[in-house]
């Protein structure tokens, strides 16, 4: 889906709306169906600019901060064609607006996430910024009295040819306003980029580092109260009776709120909170979902999976040869549910008042936000007003509204502002999961035993049927076959399928990589065991395989080269490779790992080589890179969320264990150099890892694992 999302937003035209907002110069790229603004303020506009009368320079931007960068790459974009120094830029949330700031790789929604950020505002940001010197340069000619093109710029500067007269930005911002904004402007080639492309020191860091980043967890506003909550923990349950009498004698309690499925107490501060909480001892009716286990989960995907599913990609006629080969492999895979476990639990502030409602938060979706709080309060939409913060974790929890929607609900209830903050174990035990996948696979081979046909039925729920209802069509869900319905290996007879099965009240949601997470497991892992029957290298199998594939190929050499493969490693010791391509990037990894004598695997160190096209800040690809690793360690080794009695039973990091410091593997990451539109980074470093150490145990002890996380049992030496 995104992908041809992206071809087609590099054939937009865009305009560019301008003007003056108390003195300076406003201006933003907009689709061609909205107008532009004619007052003194910009109404419809994707990503705007602002230059004050100083010639310092603000990005509102569309796209939110989660520790991904984007709050340092976009302004980049901006500031290479504006020809404008970085340490001149600052950045500001954008207000809640699908039609302002609606994201166009994923349907002009305002949303963070899927590895957009770059590849969606690549081009309208620096078309933004171009139009603004543009605009700028034009002011000075018309000052001095000269052509526009006898004119250059320095670092926010105009200066004529001699270099006798100079302008500062913020000397023209009030004229510039004034000129007709140009028709079409013309964008640096590569080859001039001065800050694209270069390491830049991160404009978040600052405030990170001494205190003083506002989190949705810091926001106080005054009069405000603490609230904290326990919902039913059977998903469906409702809440039957608590404590009031108790709760309401607990030193520091102010109130106590009674919702559908949960009871919310409000003190003074969390503390007070908290301990109310625990006096309440509330009691849930818990509903038809009170003995789901997750047994009971896997057998019906596992029946599901004995019917046909609708049809992702049909190529050749895969189940005629399969059915007529005399020699094929067949293989079942299962990956489980995953939480999210945000270093920032889940946390809203909302304040109602005379003049609507304002709410305090973190979100991927601000604009979805407001309209969830508007139809719970009965407000209209421009009564609420969204005050977006820094995000301490996102990784698609907070693509979701529950915790936003539930804090509204408590301040309904309440005379003053409320800040509800959910305990760690409520954050887990109430998240919304990634999907329980469990995959059919086959192909069939020839003499050589390379796959002339292959066969993917993917069994599981479908986050677009309940997130973005219109996009699941046909029964698909674009999310479930990513990484499956366009791997990169080129076999003649292709077929890919989509079993839709909703596990029993249970939500499901995006993860860091989703679909991709699931599916390159399961492909890379069948890779390697069709490699491995054939007897063949891993990566020579792969290289024959990416004949027609030369981006992909290219990581795979390289990556095979960097990691030294095929050169011998210890006892118990061994190297797995994945190679994937998705979110726009083409990436192969390589993990050595070790095996004890008990089980344990221990991964050692993880090379990575992509190719995600033009790189805006190599800084930022390489420390998403680390944590993208970093995540999917610790989901293949321990990232399970399991059910029994209806109840999530994992609820803290000592249940829901994560990669501590002194265990991370040493990465090395490899960028190549490419002119390629840009990729997303934020996800492939996790979706590609599973494989990897997988891959790497089965060299290392020949145990060959098709379920995670890893099950130290099965390799406990005899």
């Not at 949330?93 to 949303?111: E, I, K, T």
């Not at 219109?470 to 007879?493: S, T, W």
């Not at 210890?570 to 990436?587: E, I, L, W």
């Not at 980074?681 to 089965?698: D, F, R």
């Amino acid at each position: 889906m995104n992908k041809h999302v992206m071809a087609d937003l590099s054939r937009r035209k865009f305009l560019i709306a301008s003007a003056a907002v108390g003195g300076g110069l406003m201006i933003g790229y907009v689709p061609t169906s909205l107008a532009r603004a004619d007052n003194d303020s910009i109404t419809s506009l994707d990503a705007f600019i602002r230059i004050d009368r100083q010639g310092k320079v603000t990005i509102v931007s569309p796209m939110i901060e989660m520790g991904h960068g984007t709050y340092t790459s976009l302004p980049m974009l901006v500031a290479e064609e504006l020809d404008v120094d970085m340490a001149n830029v600052t950045v500001d949330h954008a207000p809640p607006s699908d039609a302002l700031y609606g994201n166009p790789a994923l349907g002009n929604v305002q949303v963070t996430g899927a590895s957009t950020s770059v590849r969606a505002f690549y081009l309208p940001l620096r078309k933004a910024g171009a139009a603004a010197r543009a605009m700028l340069v034009a002011a000075a000619a018309e000052k001095w009295g000269m052509a526009p093109d006898t004119l250059k710029t320095e670092l926010g500067f105009v200066v004529d040819a001699s270099g006798d007269r100079r302008l500062s930005y913020g000397e023209l911002a009030d004229a510039a306003a004034k000129i007709p904004v140009p028709a079409d402007v013309a964008l640096k080639d590569p080859s001039q980029f001065r800050i694209i492309g270069t390491p830049a020191k991160r404009l978040d860091v600052k405030g990170k580092v001494d205190g003083s980043a506002a989190f949705g967890i810091d926001a106080k506003v005054p009069g405000m109260k603490v609230a904290t909550v326990a919902a039913s923990p059977v998903f469906g349950g409702k809440l039957s009776s608590f404590n009031e009498e108790a709760v309401r004698k607990t030193p520091g309690v102010v109130d106590v709120v009674r919702l559908d499925n949960a009871v919310a107490v409000i003190g003074d501060h969390y503390w007070a909170a908290k301990t109310g909480l625990e006096a309440a001892a509330p009691v849930f009716d818990e509903g038809p979902h009170a003995n789901v286990t997750t047994a009971d989960v896997v057998a019906a995907l596992v029946k599901a999976s004995e019917r046909t599913g609708a049809i992702a990609k049909n190529e050749g006629d895969a189940a005629k040869v399969l059915s007529a080969a005399p020699r094929k492999m067949e293989a079942t895979y299962e990956a489980p549910f995953l939480a999210h476990a945000t270093m920032e639990p889940m946390n809203c502030t909302v304040s109602l008042s005379d003049t609507g409602c304002d709410v305090w938060v973190g979100t991927q979706i601000p604009a979805i936000c407001q309209q969830v709080v508007a139809k719970a309060l009965d407000l209209p939409v421009d009564k609420v007003r969204i005050h977006n913060h820094l995000l301490g974790g996102g990784f698609g929890r907070r693509l979701e509204a529950d915790f936003v929607l539930q804090a509204a609900l408590v301040a309904k209830n309440l005379k003053y502002p409320v800040k509800v903050i959910w305990s760690r174990e409520e954050d887990i035990q109430h998240d919304i999961y990634r999907p329980y996948y469990y995959d059919r696979i086959a192909a069939a081979l020839d003499d050589e035993g390379m796959p002339v046909a292959w066969s993917h039925r993917i069994v599981g729920s479908s986050i677009f049927a309940r997130w973005a209802p219109p996009l699941f069509k046909d029964g698909i869900d674009p999310d479930a076959i990513d990484g499956a319905a366009d791997m990169p290996y080129a076999i003649e007879n292709f077929r890919v399928e989509f079993v839709r099965e909703e596990p029993p009240g249970i939500l499901t949601g995006f993860w860091r990589g989703v679909g991709a997470t699931h599916n390159v497991y399961v492909i890379e892992s069948f890779i390697d065991e069709l490699a491995a029957a054939a007897k063949k290298d891993p990566v020579e199998y792969r290289r024959a395989l990416l004949q027609k594939n030369p981006r992909a190929l290219h990581v795979l050499n390289r990556a095979a080269e960097i990691s030294n493969w095929g050169k011998p490693l210890g006892p118990r010791q061994g190297r797995g490779v994945s190679v994937q391509q998705a979110f726009g990037t083409y990436m192969c990894q390589v993990a050595e790992v070790t095996v004890t004598k008990t089980g344990e695997v221990k991964v050692d160190r993880v090379f990575v080589v992509l190719d995600t096209g033009v790189v805006v800040n190599p800084d930022t690809v390489v420390a998403q890179m680390q944590s993208g690793v970093i995540f999917g360690v610790t989901a293949v080794l321990w990232g399970e969320i399991t059910l029994d009695k209806g109840r999530v039973q994992q609820s803290n990091f000592d249940t829901y264990r994560i990669l501590r410091i002194d265990e991370a593997p040493k990465i090395e990451v490899e960028i190549l150099k490419s002119d390629a539109h840009p990729g997303g980074i934020g996800e492939p470093g996790t979706s590609g890892l599973a494989p990897a150490v997988l891959n790497a145990v089965y060299e290392a002890t020949g145990v060959r694992l098709r379920k995670t996380p890893i099950d130290s049992e099965l390799l406990r030496e005899a």
